[in-house]
């Protein structure tokens, strides 16, 4: 049991003001990013940050303690997310969109410089944001959460095997975008 | 993908290795698989691992502002659940509304043959009877939201970033101001209007406009109710774009896109995109074109799209500068600071136009007064562009020529120099600390590191190949068989790409796949050599 999370989300649920602020703060970078991952083609991606932490807030009421409060607030972010974008329609948008990557970063595990990773974070942001949604659900919770494939189907409430396949796609996926430059000829080096 | 690569992304799913046998698979064919190594490299870069969380970090006003948000609107919609059922105000209307539905789907059309028949009367609507809506509870006060002023143009002393509570009366007098209220419905009010928003409730904007000119922007979707009064009626929004312009005699009303709801002595009429409503004139009239055409441009004109971080996409199509950096009239992807920028751009003449934009967090940031063209001769002109080497251009504010303490500061300290410029990209500055360590530590192993990074530098974002490509070849010659060969070799092949010596870039990128020709970047080499190649005659 998170003993120093379920204090700070049981005082958050009772409405104490700093304790609200403490936990917005705390969570909204990880928010953020999550948000980037699964909607980074969405304008609105700071209008579903903020309602995915009102949603976080709205649920303190429902925190058991038995994750950290990082997990539990993911879940409830993957869970809004996916609800805005189906919402949205943005699935068409994603048919019909530009989807330039906007640095061409190098692929490599080793680079260090927090300016290169940023840019991998982007590129990468903007390529998980050409897979169709399932796929892109699936991805961000196995490789930015670390969900188990399990932990998935529990969460997406699918088949373990159509998660595994899910993912099995989306990698074959990536492979191909991560190996080919993102203009065709400039940056063929 | 390969079988071995598929058993390889298994054990992956799988959680890690089951055995000795399986953990001895995965090491060997991570390290000759070059692919696997590039997505395991991409994929870890987007892990969200404990402490690492902010992959996307808001500057603290952003991220301050962000948390008031949440925090309010939280607040609100806490208040709203603990309230007994809150009716719509429209709900009143429902039945009226219901009654005219006939009249109110035809109204457009009644517009359009008001073009070339006689004066029509605008169609009328019996309102309900009073008896017969559905009794209301007065619901509980919500805590009233702020207007924020996101624009100013012209001379004011309200500055962007004021915030103003309902009730207060506004006058523009000589400045445009642009507003947003709950972050999503956007005012601009030209010099002389006067008007007060009445009421500023989550969801229920309303205003009064008792003269002078505002265009409303509601984005369609959100649920918000927003109503202009005027002395000659009510307009209330269906999720659109339009114009009000309130005199004495009349109030002139032009829809740019959706459709607004117009309520005046008794009757509703419904207004589509591309008309105009004339209320206290005899009768209604339409927009011509070039009307519609200029409050389409007042309403969509240039926008700065920002992502949050600062990072942002300007769709220019004529020179244009933002804080006196020449940005060219290609679209580009810029870094600016959150706040105010002054913008020029040239206009069809060649005449600079300035203009500020407040940029916002997030939120689309406005470009706005473009009609003041007057360029004095003391005025500096915007910068030549000039040729760019990346898409990526920042503009933050780089001091110039920064002294650098190069006699007692160590290899690493200058590495450590070049590697934080090179963060902020400060491109010049990196080049700097690099020259520094060359000079000044020649014989350690930094230098010759640095005399790689430099050339790297000189030729993807400094725009010298020539200089880069030497700086290369003296990495080469000085380590033939270093660590980063194949690095430099590739850096030359970019210097000749940028040179247009195709014949030399074919020489080196066949050089480059005879030596390494499982390297990663092998395929794109090859994929670059096909098209530089000439076809083989038949």
Known sequence: VHEGDSTLVAAAARGDEQARRELVNRLLGRVRSTVMYLASRSPDVDDMTQRSLIEVLGACGTYRGESTVEAWADRITTRTVMRLIKRSRLSEAREQGVDEVPEYPEWSRDIQNPAEVSDQRRAMATLLARLPEERREAMVLKHVHGYSVEEIAAATQTKVNTVRDRLRVARAELRTWLNEAPDGGDRET | ?538
């Open chain 2, 1 to 538: 993908v390969k079988p071995e690569c598929e058993r390889y992304e298994a054990i992956v799913d799988a959680g890690g290795p089951a055995d000795q046998s399986a953990a001895d698979f995965a090491t060997t064919h991570l390290a000759g698989c070059p692919e696997c190594r590039v997505l395991e490299g991409a994929l870890a870069a987007v892990a969200l691992r404990a402490g690492d969380a902010d992959h996307f970090p808001l500057d603290e006003l952003a991220r301050r502002r962000t948390v008031d948000a949440v925090l309010r609107e939280a607040r609100e919609l806490q208040v709203e659940q603990q309230q007994p059922t809150r009716p719509r105000r429209w709900a009143t209307l429902a039945l009226a509304v219901a009654a005219g539905l006939a009249l109110i789907i035809g109204a457009p059309l009644l517009l359009r043959q008001s073009q070339t028949q006689a004066p029509t009367p605008a169609p009328a609507i019996a309102s309900a009877p009073k008896s017969d809506a559905p009794k209301v509870t007065p619901p509980a006060p919500v805590a009233p939201m702020l207007a924020q002023v996101r624009l100013v143009a012209g001379r004011d002393e309200r500055s962007p970033g004021l915030e103003i509570a309902e009730g207060t009366p506004i006058q523009t007098r000589a400045a445009t101001l642009g507003l947003t209220v709950t972050d999503h419905a956007w005012v601009r009010a030209l010099p002389g209007a006067e008007f007060t928003f009445l009421s500023l409730r989550r969801n229920e904007i309303s205003i009064e406009l008792r003269s002078g000119h505002l265009d409303v922007q509601v984005p369609r979707g959100r649920g918000i109710d927003l109503q202009v009064r005027t002395p000659h009626g009510l307009v209330k929004v269906i999720g659109t774009a339009f114009s009000l312009n309130a005199t004495r005699a009349k109030t002139r009303l032009a829809v740019a896109e959706g459709t607004v709801l117009v309520e005046a002595g008794g009757r509703q009429v419904r207004v589509s995109s591309g008309f105009a409503l004339a209320l206290g004139a005899a009768r209604p009239s339409t927009v011509s074109k070039s009307e519609l055409a200029s409050l389409k441009e007042s309403l969509a004109q240039e926008k700065l799209v920002g992502d949050g971080s600062g990072r942002l996409s300007v769709t220019a199509g004529r020179q244009l500068s933002i804080d006196s950096v020449g940005l060219g009239s290609a679209p580009v992807k810029l870094m600016v600071s959150m706040g105010a920028h002054s913008v020029t751009r040239l206009d069809g003449r060649g005449r600079p136009q300035r203009s500020t934009a407040e940029v916002v967090s997030g939120r689309e940031s406005v470009v706005s007064d473009r009609t003041k063209t007057v360029a004095r001769a003391d005025e500096p002109q915007p910068a030549d562009p000039g040729p760019r080497a990346s898409p990526s251009i920042s503009i933050t504010p780089v001091p110039v020529d920064p002294p650098l303490q190069t006699a007692t500061e160590s290899a690493e300290q200058l590495l450590q120099q070049a590697q934080k410029a090179r963060t902020q990209r400060d491109w010049p500055g990196a080049a700097r600390a690099y020259s520094a360590i060359i000079e000044h530590h020649e014989m350690s192993a930094a230098a010759e590191v640095a005399r790689l990074s430099l050339g790297q530098l000189k030729v993807d974002q400094l725009g010298e190949p020539n200089q880069g490509h030497a700086l290369c070849a003296t990495y080469i010659e000085r380590n033939p068989s270093g660590a980063l060969v194949a690095e430099a070799e590739l850096c030359q092949i970019r210097a000749f790409a940028s040179l247009g010596e195709h014949a030399n870039e074919l020489r080196a990128i066949d050089s480059f796949l005879s030596r390494w020709p499982t390297d990663f970047n092998a395929a794109r080499l090859a994929r670059r050599k096909a098209v530089l190649q000439p076809p083989s005659p038949q």
